[in-house]
DNA sequence: CCCTCTTCGCGAACGGCGTTCGTGTTACGA
DNA sequence: TCGTAACACGAACGCCGTTCGCGAAGAGGG
């Protein structure tokens, strides 16, 4: 069950098919480790050629950029979605534990999410599957065709921003998380009550609670909102 | 007695007189300038440095380094946005104009989005003020401190999400963006529909919609979420 | 078995980047 | 007028993505 290869891919695409199909794979899943090991900033074209053992110029021929090459990396990563089979009784659940999902895979590769922001959209095969799936529960859910095809769009973008601003700080020893957290906490403290009486009020408050607990509020908030809404 | 200035040193002497000195609310402006007129990847520290001409390790005396020249750009954007006056009636709607308006100014300074989501947190003075505009409206609505803390973070991010998605493809000429378009169109409309049923169903819905519409949708969600919790 | 011809992998180079260093220049108090 | 402190900034370092063209390796003909 093929997917057609997008016109935009068919150059490089033609190209491989002479030579041995596996390196795509290869150079793809080297830049996934180098990707998983240094962070998005080190995935650099010199250094997944020398982690192949060639040049950089060697790439380019079964990829056309490197923002392409970082595009099939995204869809190797949206792989590691697991889909639910159809279950109408449990559409909030099931919607829920996709996107939770979208948020775990992007935040494990860190910097990856970035990707996702910069492509107009995400056409690989992967992640037309998730897309299908989310569809396919919110349709079983009801839903008018609109608000399926808006609710999609707007999950999608909320956990990719999630995990973007999750994997902000990837590259700082925890050493240097912690002075920069002690910092803004220390900033926040000594800001003055009369000109920002509601911030320095609620510092608890602001201060408290996981990355954990406010993702799933702002889901909840979602997918409570697409419950009365069909 | 004076003598007159040879003519061989009369051009940098004009040129010191006319040329403005520099100052980090200068170098911050051209930024700017250079943001809104080239894009993000346009903004480099050398272009910057030549707009005012001179060179870009002149601006290291005024900025730790580019990413602190960055946030200083960020938040004069911020400034851009109009606090509401306090109207506990209206709460929802004064919501959804912050919101909307900060998608509006980080739209139109493209690629500053990015910044938002690579920022730790905004802690400009600016920012500051936007945050505790936001947490008065939903206090003053009635709602919980940690439901204050969480909407105002689960808002914005909402809100530059959207920005970033909207202004991924500045630099595009507009042939090249329509180009892009139509491709992308008729890759969808050539996916089987045997694995694809819903999305292949829902073509129609997934290509309709304005931007305007689909942020309006997600943003109405989360506001009618955060009407049902306190 | 050798020689030509084609193919294509990849070293080297181009122009750009952020940042640093040390020198050149200016301005000002003494 | 001089000394010095502060500022300005050219040049250089080590990165980056991408392109070009050389040369080696392999195919095909003799």
Request: overall charge negative.
């Given at each position: 069950?093929?997917?057609?290869v997008?016109p935009?891919?068919?150059?490089?695409?033609?190209e491989?098919?002479?030579?041995?199909?596996?390196?795509l794979?290869?150079?793809?899943?080297?830049?996934?480790?180098l990707?998983?090991?240094?962070?998005?900033?080190?995935?650099s074209m010199?250094?997944?050629?020398q982690?192949?053992?060639t040049?950089?110029?060697?790439?380019?021929?079964y990829?056309?950029?490197?923002?392409e090459?970082l595009?099939l990396v995204?869809?190797?990563v949206?792989?590691?979605i697991?889909?639910p089979?159809p279950?109408p009784?449990?559409w909030q659940?099931?919607?829920?534990?996709?996107v939770?999902?979208?948020?775990?895979?992007?935040?494990?590769?860190?910097?990856?999410?970035?990707?996702?922001?910069?492509?107009?959209?995400?056409?690989?095969?992967n992640?037309?599957?998730?897309?299908?799936?989310?569809?396919?529960?919110l349709?079983?859910?009801?839903?008018?065709?609109?608000?399926?095809?808006?609710?999609?769009?707007?999950?999608a973008?909320?956990g990719?921003?999630?995990a973007m601003?999750?994997?902000a700080?990837?590259?700082?020893?925890?050493?240097?998380r912690?002075?920069?957290?002690?910092?803004?906490?220390?900033?926040?403290?000594?800001?003055?009550?009369?000109?920002?009486?509601?911030?320095?009020?609620?510092?608890?408050a602001?201060?408290?609670g996981?990355?954990?607990?406010?993702?799933?509020?702002?889901?909840?908030?979602?997918?409570?909102?697409?419950?009365?809404?069909?």
């Open positions: 069950m093929s997917v057609p997008p935009w891919r068919q150059r490089a695409a033609r491989r098919s002479v030579k041995q199909p596996l390196s794979d290869l150079i793809v899943r080297t830049a996934l480790d990707l998983d090991t240094e962070g998005l900033d080190a995935v010199r250094k997944v050629a982690r192949l053992g040049g950089a110029a060697s790439l380019y021929a990829v056309r950029n490197k923002d090459l595009e995204l869809d190797l949206i792989g590691e697991t889909l089979g279950d009784a449990k659940d099931q919607l829920k534990d996709l939770r999902q979208q948020v775990a895979v992007l935040s494990a590769h860190p910097g990856i999410a970035q990707v996702v922001l910069r492509t107009p959209a995400p056409t690989g095969p992640a037309l599957d998730v897309s299908e799936a989310m569809m396919a529960i349709r079983a859910a009801g839903k008018s065709d609109r608000v399926v095809a808006f609710a999609v769009d707007v999950l973008l909320y990719t921003a999630v601003e999750r994997t700080d990837f590259g700082l020893t925890e050493a240097e912690h002075e920069r957290l002690t910092q803004v906490q220390q900033y926040f403290a000594e800001l003055p009550p009369d000109r920002f009486p509601t911030i320095t009020a609620l510092l608890p602001l201060m408290s996981t990355d954990e607990e406010r993702f799933e509020f702002g889901l909840s908030l979602l997918v409570q909102g697409l419950a009365t809404t069909n």
